[in-house]
């Protein structure tokens, strides 16, 4: 079993960078794919960055050329790095893991990302 703690949450100006980070109590070299996800209140929840096992990335066009997923599977650690952040990026951030191939899903409790207006 795998549970997920995100970090790096907080008000940034327009502009500004955050780096969020997610640490999982187990392994997640081989098995998960990971990926953050965003839900603003009252919004539906969306896919913002996702990563493979090897390496493979996919962004919503939203983020592409602003955020930057990575992990280190050494330190059992997802990150999100996130660059010219704009209000419209104003959400919780949720961690999630996805276990194959008997397809487990792994969720964290989410980090308060703030860009005011």
């Known amino acids: 079993q795998v549970q997920l703690v995100e970090s790096g949450g907080g008000l940034v100006q327009p502009g500004g960078s955050l780096r969020l980070s997610c640490a999982a109590s187990?392994?997640?070299?081989?098995?998960?794919?990971m990926g953050w996800y965003r839900q603003a209140p009252g919004k539906q929840r969306e896919l913002v960055a996702a990563i493979t096992s090897g390496g493979s990335t996919n962004y919503a066009s939203s983020v592409k050329g602003r955020f930057t997923i990575s992990r280190d599977n050494a330190k059992n650690t997802l990150y999100l790095q996130m660059n010219s952040l704009t209000p419209e990026d104003t959400s919780v951030y949720h961690c999630?893991?996805?276990?194959?191939?008997?397809?487990?899903?792994?969720w964290g409790k989410g980090t308060l990302v703030t860009v005011p207006s």
């Open positions: 999630h893991a996805l276990r194959r191939p008997d397809v487990m899903n792994y």
């Open positions: 187990g392994s997640i070299a081989s098995l998960y794919t």
